[in-house]
């Protein structure tokens, strides 16, 4: 298991932006399909954004299609730029890294970081 730690969150107003990096110390993440999950209070986590090994396609949760991008940042950061933030989109977000090509369940991460809070005030 690799401790992933991500980086960025904070306190927004609906319509702004923020960036999320997550790094890993010493992985390559090219070998890796990395996802952004998320947990908002007394719900599940889900799946936001992923990009896949290999191919390094991407693919998005269909309420964040549009407004949040998921791209590498070099050989060892994932980043997640989300515009347009939403007060739905308040919640704890988390890194994620696995094997699974396209990885969108919890069961298929092998590796999570420790979670960044987003606030989005209405």
């Known amino acids: 298991q690799v401790t992933l730690v991500e980086s960025g969150g904070g306190l927004v107003q609906a319509g702004g932006s923020l960036r999320l990096s997550c790094t890993a110390p010493?992985?390559?993440?090219?070998?890796?399909?990395m996802a952004w999950f998320r947990q908002a209070p007394g719900k599940e986590r889900q799946f936001v954004a992923g990009?896949?090994?290999?191919?390094?396609?991407t693919y998005y949760a269909d309420d964040v299609k549009g407004r949040f991008t998921i791209s590498r940042d070099g050989a060892k950061a994932v980043a997640l730029q989300m515009n347009s933030l939403k007060f739905e989109d308040t919640a704890v977000y988390y890194c994620?890294?696995?094997?699974?090509?396209?990885?969108?369940?919890?069961?298929?991460?092998?590796?999570w970081g420790q979670g960044t809070q987003v606030t989005v005030s209405s």
């Open positions: 994620a890294s696995g094997t699974v090509y396209t990885m969108t369940s919890t069961r298929d991460v092998a590796s």
């Open positions: 010493g992985r390559i993440f090219s070998s890796y399909t």
């Open positions: 990009i896949r090994w290999g191919s390094q396609s």
